[in-house]
């Protein structure tokens, strides 16, 4: 007797219902399903699904740039929960030569941007895909007076380079002459093109505490032709350069932002001032109230709860690296007499609420990495807040 083999055509799934499927997987999964055909392989590369992807981890996550004065490595928060729910662990996560190298120029929703002199480069980790973009032709001018900055304009949903080039007189004041911007789109057939503004000025030489992006704008620490200390901001959609005075209580002149510089406070940009924070811990903050009319708040001053025990035990010494969305500063602790990069535990303080919300602590590395040299500065550490994995293929 013949058995009878029924078959059922299993309804065929749309691509929306595939989206939402996808996008509730990891990462990892998703780049796996990329070898499965080249149908997968159009669908997960789309940019609309790499924007759906886009979303916070469930706790906050950090992402670290080691750099000496010969290599540089990423560290990323450690997959492993930590038993205390207020410490978070960051492990080695890879060479920056793997993903092209360089200097971190920023970190923009799951993407790097890396310098090496005039070459730049744009990574995402995840995918391990790497673009490099056209030279920037920049003249005479030194490396010394091109800065890079890197952003994504909300409206047209693009990611963008910006480049500074500054010249200064040979006086002993060192003023600003001129200044000159252009602007890089990511994607397919980039190239620079130049990007008006009639406010000459240079940028101060900081890449973290002068330098933050509050929806689409960019504000950096900078100079102008007269001098003068001011905050700078970019529009990364309009692409219109503005200058916003200093408030004039503050007497901020840009040289040490270790001790002041530009933060994120609750959503809105405003600039710190820590003179006394090495001995007392006190930070005084102004937060811009209108930038058009360069409107500043008044002071606000905190006090580090246990600064005193934190800073001095085995002669550390504490740091200010950053700050993020938040409104909360990142601090870091060093020690002058180690020679070698040793665990190191970095803090992030809750302004508001006057608290240390959260520890950050390093698995050591190796004995022979980013040894301190014989002369310089050493190892530089910057912790930053990485809450979103991208999916995004990189076109070029």
């Not at 609750?266 to 058009?292: H, Q, Y």
Request: charged fraction near 25%.
């Amino acid at each position: 007797m013949m058995m009878m083999v029924l078959t059922t055509a299993l309804p065929e799934i749309s691509e929306d219902l595939l989206i939402e499927i996808l996008i509730k997987l990891p990462a990892k999964s998703l780049m796996r399903l990329k070898r499965v055909s080249k149908i997968w392989l159009s669908l997960i590369s789309c940019r609309y699904l790499a924007n759906r992807f886009l979303k916070p981890f469930p706790r906050q996550r950090f992402l670290a740039y080691f750099r000496s004065s010969e290599r540089h490595a990423l560290f990323r928060s450690s997959d492993h929960d930590h038993s205390d729910t207020l410490v978070s662990v960051i492990e080695k996560y890879m060479d920056i030569g793997t993903i092209g190298g360089g200097r971190l120029v920023g970190s923009v929703r799951g993407l790097l941007c890396f310098r090496s002199g005039r070459r730049v480069r744009v990574s995402n980790p995840m995918t391990r895909q790497v673009v490099e973009l056209p030279v920037m032709e920049a003249g005479d001018a030194s490396n010394e007076n091109l800065l890079f900055f890197f952003g994504h304009d909300p409206v047209n949903d693009e990611y963008k380079v910006l480049c500074t080039v500054w010249e200064v007189n040979n006086e002993e004041e060192k003023l600003v002459i001129r200044s000159e911007h252009q602007v890089l789109v990511l994607g397919a057939g980039a190239s620079w093109k130049k990007a008006e503004c009639h406010i000459t000025h240079r940028p101060y030489r900081s890449c973290w505490l002068g330098v933050i992006t509050i929806n689409g704008v960019l504000y950096y620490t900078a100079w102008n032709d007269a001098n003068e200390c001011v905050v700078m901001s970019f529009n990364f959609s309009s692409q219109e350069f503005s200058l916003i005075e200093l408030p004039v209580d503050a007497f901020i002149v840009w040289m040490n932002l270790t001790s002041r510089g530009i933060m994120n406070y609750k959503g809105k940009v405003s600039i710190f001032r820590a003179l006394d924070f090495l001995s007392d811990g006190v930070l005084d903050v102004w937060v811009l109230e209108d930038a058009g009319k360069s409107q500043w708040s008044d002071r606000k001053t905190f006090v580090l709860p246990d600064f005193q025990r934190m800073n001095t035990i085995n002669g550390d010494l504490l740091k200010m690296r950053g700050s993020n969305r938040s409104g909360e500063l990142w601090l870091s602790k060093t020690n002058p007499s180690f020679r070698k990069v040793r665990p190191s535990t970095k803090f992030i303080y809750d302004v508001e609420r006057n608290k240390i919300a959260q520890r950050i602590v390093t698995i050591p590395l190796e004995d022979d990495d980013f040894a301190f040299p014989r002369t310089g500065w050493g190892v530089s550490v910057i912790v930053f807040s990485h809450d979103i994995e991208s999916i995004m293929y990189l076109e070029t």
